[in-house]
């Protein structure tokens, strides 16, 4: 199935955050390299 903007709260290392690009004004915006690299 695509994968579909989800609702902020939700892991987004269930989906891969790496799959949804960078959206201006949301949470994924002021993650920083090491803190991506937690998600994986």
Known sequence: PAVQLVPL???P???GIMA???VP???F???SEDELVDWE
Do not use: D, W
């Open 9 to 11: 709260g939700v892991a």
């Open 13 to 15: 290392r269930q989906f």
């Open 20 to 22: 949804l690009p960078p």
């Open 25 to 27: 004004g949301s949470f």
């Open 29 to 31: 915006e002021p993650l």
